[in-house]
């Protein structure tokens, strides 16, 4: 059977390069027949039809006198296939190879070599192997009879934990004057006479996005507009950076309203800015330096768990390995590390509770229109210049197999739907052509946002009912992902399956449970309720016992790791779980972690959390803490790039992945500093001074406060 296979992918090489002479020494090159013929059929312009049937002709011709431009072409398309029941489906050729190739003739008429991602399906006639089409005995073993037939490893039986060997993506290297639908009618034919053959069954798939060709990047008004304003901005911030620093040099630093403006885009400021600690005005909050430390290493985890997103979900040579993963409790650390994120949401919740608390206690009154634009204005600007750079300038930075099947797909995502990213509703209008995949977080963290004053002010001017609301509220965030995850008849989490990692969006779970609003706002309002404890304790002076806390440290430790670890029940293929089981774990799982991350941050407030504290309060972690929004808005696009300019499938280990983890955190967080001097750190400034705050001349005493939203509430309260 796998001599049969061989020699079946070995004579499709031969029909796709139009190469059997050159493989079989026969004078009459029956595949590159094959092929001509149909790329002369399939065409529908006759100009362009005669110039590929002609072209191809001649690619055989040549090919057999050995001349470079052909053997190059042949030797940039993929051969036979290996490791294909180890899951390594991804035949990519020599992409760079076949770019490069460029044929000018006598005539003045030339064409360059083109590179298309081709995509077969097989599988066995019934009567050639009927078992195939029979269910498994074991539809979810991993281990296989050694005698047995290889169909049985290639048969996809359900069982997600698996890459598909049912289908390979082939890469051919054509002249670049025939069509997608020319060369794929052309394999079609060419493959017609191996199936009877050999008793296959194939289908070919191919599309014109995944063929490219080498040719000058063009620019339309989009991308002209938007590399407009990105170099007026640099200049501005160039030109006030120099004068700035020579300002300061003469020591000739005013506190007039000019200076305060060009001061706001100096790359100086807003390094002494960024670098300082904790500032006096801030004292009256409490020590919440420990909030930086853990807003970079969920940053850092999150950026890993977006790298297995992207390598997991790509072309792999070792699939077989990566499917061990999922039989193992201890790798749920990276399957489930999607709870992370919903440490961003306690967090958000936290500080918005606490500091609206403690300045209504000293303004009585809270201007809440006010604050929404202040959010709106600190957070939009640099989100859409992001936004702005997928949908233009980004896709031309780089290229290869699969560039336009990943790059060029945000870009049209980007495109068409910027504006319900800039409106914040994208988790729900057009989610399914989504714009920047980890947008969604931005548009639930906006909604809850814009509710949290609802909530507080309430609980500060009315406590008894305010406690009764935000228990409600509370335990509604927690009910609502029970009920749609049991009625819905949806997973308990998530299931990062290689074949979900390669495009989440199609996944019924994440549109329906891990990006909607109203189901993962559970951490938020617990952080709510954790602001609103801290606040409490401080402004009563109650004293907690410190074998108290740590007892509660211990519970709550058991607490965590079961909220991450218990997802490996739902990795277990052969052992189902009721409804029931999927909704209770899907419910409470995020807020059993919000819980336990909330009390490390009021515990570390209250210095009752030992070595916690001393790791997430180092100073590094101040500055590190400050950039995670625009780590946060960049990381994707720098894993991204990699991903999508692969030229050959990535052998994955566990150390290859930390390794490829510290390169994107070391990266992005080099972006994320480029960008919060271009935009973030300006827009803050400018606030400041619009919003009538800033006092004092930038970089002496002013401070950015501790995180984003504690700016938001202290200075609109302020106002």
Known sequence: MLNAMSTLLTLLLAAVTMASVAATHDKSPIFGAYLAEAMTETQLQPAVRSLCANYTKFYVDELQKLTLWAVQMYDSTAKVPDGVLSGNVYQFGHFDGCLKIRVDLEDGEGFRGKHCLAKIKFAPKPETYPQYFLPSDDPFRMEFDANGSAWEKIKYTGDLRKQRRDAIYWGVCVPSVCGAKSVLEGIKNAIKPLQDSFGVNANV????????????????????????????????????????????????????????????????????????????????AGDLRSIHGLRFLSMWLIIMGHRCMFSLGGPLFNPERIEEIYTSALNMILLNGTIIVDTFFLI??????????????????????????????????????VVGFYATIYPKLGDGPMWDQKVGLERDRCRDNWWANLLYINNYVNAENMCMFQSWFLACDMHYFLLSPLIIYPLWRWPRPGKVLLFFVTSLSIFVPFAVTLLGGLDAV???????????????????????????????????????????????????????????????????????????????PDIPRSALEKALYGGFHRAGWAISIGWLIVACALSLAGPYRALLSWKPMVPLGRLTYCAFLAHSGVQMYQSASMRVPEYMTYFKMLWMTLGDVSFTFGVALVLYMLFEAPVTALQRIFFKKDRKPAGDNQQLPVTMVQNEIRETCRA
């Open 494 to 572: 998530l299931l990062l399956f290689m074949s979900t990692l390669a495009d989440p969006v199609s996944n019924e779970t994440f549109r329906s449970i891990y990006i909607p609003s109203h189901t993962r706002a559970a951490p938020y309002f617990i952080g709510i309720v954790w602001g609103y404890v801290l606040y409490k304790i401080r402004s009563e002076g109650i004293k907690i016992n410190k074998k108290f806390a740590a007892a509660i440290f211990i519970f709550l430790h058991f607490v965590a790791f079961g909220c991450i670890f218990g997802a490996w029940a739902f990795y277990i």
């Open 348 to 385: 958000s919740g936290f500080l918005s509770c606490y500091l609206m608390l403690l300045e209504l206690d000293k303004k009585r009154k809270v201007n809440v229109s006010l604050l929404y634009a202040y959010r709106y204005i600190r957070l939009t600007p640099v989100y859409a210049m």
């Open 205 to 284: 798939e191919l599309v014109e996005k995944n063929c490219k060709i080498l040719q000058s990047e063009t620019f339309d008004t989009l991308d002209i507009s938007y590399s407009l304003i990105l170099f007026i901005i640099i200049v501005i911030v160039l030109i006030c950076t120099a004068v700035d620093t020579y300002t300061a040099y003469l020591d000739k630093i005013t506190d007039s309203f000019g200076i305060r403006i060009l001061r706001s885009f100096s790359v100086r400021t807003n390094w002494l800015i960024l670098c300082q600690g904790p500032a006096a005005r801030d004292n009256d």
